[in-house]
C-alpha cells in the first residue's frame, strides 16, 4: 500500500526557512512528476511546485524565487525548501504526484508568525 508521509513543518517567523520532506512508501516515485501542494482553511488545494524525472522543476508565481522543490529518488524522498517565508505561506503542506495518483498524506503545518 502507497503511503506518502509529510514532515518538517512547525512555527517560524517572518523571513525564516523550513525544509520538508514527503517520504513515499510502499512504491516508487521514479517514473512520476512529484508535486508540493498546499491548503488553507476554505480553500483548495494549491499545486506550488513540481518536478519531474529529468530533474526540470516549476513553481507557482507565489513561491518562484523562494521555495525549491527536490528529489531523491532512490530515498523515494520528496523535499521543498522554503525560504524567505512569509505569514501568507501558512498552510498545510503536502506532497503528490502531479495528478494527485495517491492517497493524501496527513501533511505538515507550516505556520509563519511573529
Known amino acids: 500500500q502507497v503511503q506518502l508521509v509529510e514532515s518538517g513543518g512547525g512555527l517560524v517567523q517572518p523571513g525564516g526557512s523550513l525544509t520538508l520532506s514527503c517520504k513515499l512508501s510502499?512504491?516508487?516515485?521514479?517514473?512520476?512528476?512529484m508535486a508540493w501542494y498546499r491548503q488553507t482553511p476554505g480553500k483548495e488545494r494549491e499545486l506550488i511546485a513540481h518536478?519531474?524525472?529529468?530533474?526540470?522543476?516549476n513553481y507557482a508565481n507565489s513561491v518562484k524565487d523562494r521555495f525549491t522543490i527536490s528529489r531523491d529518488s532512490g530515498e523515494n524522498t520528496l523535499y521543498l525548501q522554503l525560504d524567505s517565508l512569509r505569514p501568507e505561506d501558512t498552510a498545510v503542506y503536502y506532497c503528490?504526484?502531479?495528478?494527485?495518483?495517491?492517497?493524501w498524506g496527513q501533511g505538515t503545518q507550516v505556520t509563519v508568525s511573529s
Open positions: 510502499g512504491g516508487s516515485f521514479s517514473f512520476y512528476a
Open positions: 503528490n504526484t502531479i495528478s494527485d495518483r495517491w492517497t
Open positions: 518536478i519531474i524525472s529529468d530533474g526540470s522543476t
